[in-house]
């Protein structure tokens, strides 16, 4: 871990307790992060029912409330790079997805939600802002809760005859798979069964063969699902001693399926083989989330609740049968629980001596490609935000520590940039933040954006991971 180190951006309060971060990763619109919160607030904080005799609902389930905020990542606004631009009330958030693909030429946002129901947003550009409108509304099933949705787009290179499919799990233990229409809005169901006697709190596909999907529950188990016969399972593993709570296909390598539980273990398995994992890293804390790297096949970005999160090295294990695999950075964020992460689909990339020219997107008058001058609200900075004034190093263990530098600067910083009319960011380092895959080959490897948010002081935090 040694030359790995993390910078701290920026944080932001969200004022409800977080639990949910997503990029976009559709070219043109890749500064754009999706943030979801989810907030419980007791009966009593809301007005008594006037019909109650009593005036109290003394038997009242908590309410569940939730927020859905969209950033704008914008370098020029440096030393606060992300910028509010819209915010919307929802019921509680639980889990997010954007798909890879367009639909009806839009980027679409599936949210999982604590009224039982999977939403699709689709992405709004006007002349001087994206604002997220609702495009499709699922109701899985009465009286529980949406825990988690996937999309069956994760691959890069997907066939554009698949049919667009959503599976989506849910409090009661029941998976749902959907299928939406790409020429408009609606989501149809496939099927329904019971996956889990306890909530199911994942639901993936793998990316590969999208016929086949994986799910976790609170019982602990791990299974594997035909959607061409739903409800008998292809396997079921009991490897993780606790409830398994997060599970990725790697969109990057097939066969290759990463893990995650409250037992504090991240597991990589090859699917062709489910008896024993491929390797097992043990870390701190539950394991919420896993995201593999948008390009670089070896790096997986965990969510590790108490433990903060935590980057791994998988190369080795997957190439050469490793049984573990390095951490290349873990940071632990003191008095919170991180629920949520994600990889920045935006990146470096160092420039030759010879500018090439460069454009973002697509086709005009169309909603993705261009990249718009989101407008900017005034954003509530979380009173214990260091940034932009430390670095976060890891030390020989990889475990993070907090260096102040002399003048209140980064050692390294962001530089204030102008936007080029090719399309692309320019750093006085020469070093290109980069929105468009026409030059991804030059994508430098050893930094990359990411975020994160941490439920109980309500912070999103943007970080620069360098691994030199």
């Keep these: 871990a040694a030359g790995s180190r993390v910078r701290l951006l920026q944080a932001v309060d969200t004022e409800h307790t977080v639990d949910s971060v997503e990029w976009c990763p559709l070219e043109g619109c890749r500064h754009l992060l999706a943030c979801g919160t989810y907030q419980l607030r007791k009966p009593e904080d809301q007005p008594a029912d006037p019909e109650s005799k009593s005036g109290l609902d003394v038997d009242a389930p908590p309410i569940r409330l939730g927020r859905l905020y969209l950033y704008s990542f914008n370098e020029d606004s440096s030393p606060c790079p992300l910028v509010e631009v819209q915010r919307r009330d929802t019921s509680a958030i639980l889990d997010m997805k954007w798909c890879h693909i367009a639909v009806a030429g839009h980027a679409l946002l599936g949210v999982a939600d604590a009224s039982g129901s999977i939403e699709l947003l689709r992405l709004v550009r006007s002349e001087n802002s994206h604002t997220l409108q609702p495009f499709s509304h699922f109701a899985l099933e009465k009286q529980c809760l949406a825990l988690s949705l996937d999309w069956s787009t994760g691959k890069a290179g997907r066939a554009s005859d698949q049919p667009l499919k959503i599976i989506g799990s849910d409090s009661s233990g029941q998976l749902h798979l959907l299928q939406a229409h790409q020429a408009g809005p609606g989501m149809q169901a496939v099927g329904t069964w019971q996956a889990h006697h306890l909530e199911a709190w994942v639901a993936a596909f793998d990316y590969w063969q999208t016929e086949v999907v994986y799910s976790g529950g609170d019982d602990g188990l791990l299974k594997g699902w035909d959607t061409r016969t739903p409800g008998t399972s292809v396997f079921t593993s009991r490897r993780h001693s606790m409830g398994v709570c997060s599970i990725q296909s790697s969109p ?6 990463a893990t995650g539980s409250y037992d504090e273990h991240v597991l990589l398995w090859d699917t062709r083989s489910m008896k024993e994992p491929l390797a097992d890293m043990p870390v701190q804390g539950g394991v919420w989330r896993l995201k593999w790297h948008p390009f670089h096949s070896h790096l997986l970005l965990a969510a590790c609740m108490h433990g903060g999160f935590t980057i791994f090295s998988c190369q080795k294990a997957i190439e050469e049968n490793q049984e573990v695999f390095p951490v290349t ?6 008095n919170s629980l991180v629920y949520g992460v994600d990889w920045s689909w935006l990146y470096f990339r160092r420039l030759p001596q010879t500018r090439p020219s460069f454009c973002l997107g697509s086709s005009p008058g169309s909603d993705l490609g261009a990249r718009t001058a989101d407008p900017v609200y005034t954003l509530k900075v979380a009173a214990q935000s260091p940034a932009p004034c430390f670095e976060r190093l890891a030390d020989a263990d990889g475990e993070g520590g907090t260096k102040h530098q002399s003048g209140g600067k980064l050692k390294s910083p962001l530089q204030p940039l102008a936007e080029e009319k090719s399309g692309g960011r ?6 290109k933040i980069c929105d468009c895959d026409q030059h991804l080959e030059a994508a430098t ?3 990359s954006l990411l975020a994160t948010c ?8 943007l970080w620069k991971w360098e691994n030199s």
């Design 252 to 257: 990057h390598c097939e066969n290759i399926l």
């Design 329 to 334: 950075l873990s940071y632990t964020l003191p």
């Design 426 to 431: 320019l750093h006085a380092s020469g070093i």
């Design 445 to 447: 490897s050893d930094a």
């Design 454 to 461: 941490s439920f109980y002081d309500h912070v999103l935090h």
